[in-house]
C-alpha cells in the first residue's frame, strides 16, 4: 500500500508560480514511479510529470516548458514547481504511484485526494 498526501494549492494570479509537495509512505516505496496529474473542470486527467522507478523525470511536451518536478529522498515528498501559471492551469493536482506503464496510461495504482489550483487572470 502507498499513501499519498497533497499540499501547496490555493488561488494565484496568471503569471506567478506555485509550488505543490506531495509526501509519500508506504512499502518499499522503491519499486514505484512518482507523480503528478491534474484534471481541469469537464476535462479528462492528464499527466503533467513523474519520475520513474530509475528516478529520471518525465515531462510529456505540453508540459516542460512551465513545471518541474522534483524530491526530496529523505522526506519522501515529491514536488511540482510551476512557473508562469495561466487560467486554463486551473485544476485538481494529483499525487500518484504506479509502473512506469501505468504512469504513462493515466492509469496509476495509487491516487492522491488532490489539491485544488485555481489561476485567477
Known amino acids: 500500500q502507498v499513501q499519498l498526501v497533497e499540499s501547496g494549492g490555493g488561488l494565484v494570479q496568471a503569471g506567478e508560480s506555485l509550488s505543490l509537495s506531495c509526501v509519500v509512505s508506504?512499502?518499499?516505496?522503491?519499486?514505484?514511479?512518482l507523480g503528478w496529474y491534474r484534471q481541469a473542470p469537464g476535462q479528462q486527467r492528464e499527466l503533467v510529470a513523474f519520475?520513474?522507478?530509475?528516478?529520471?523525470?518525465y515531462y510529456p511536451d505540453s508540459m516542460k516548458d512551465r513545471f518541474t518536478i522534483s524530491r526530496d529522498n529523505t522526506k519522501n515528498t515529491i514536488y511540482l514547481n510551476s512557473i508562469g501559471l495561466k487560467s486554463e492551469d486551473t485544476a485538481v493536482y494529483y499525487c500518484a504511484a504506479g509502473s512506469n506503464t501505468q504512469m504513462l496510461a493515466a492509469r496509476p495504482e495509487y491516487w492522491g485526494q488532490g489539491t485544488q489550483v485555481t489561476v485567477s487572470s
Open positions: 508506504g512499502s518499499d516505496l522503491r519499486q514505484y514511479a
Open positions: 519520475f520513474t522507478i530509475f528516478s529520471n523525470p
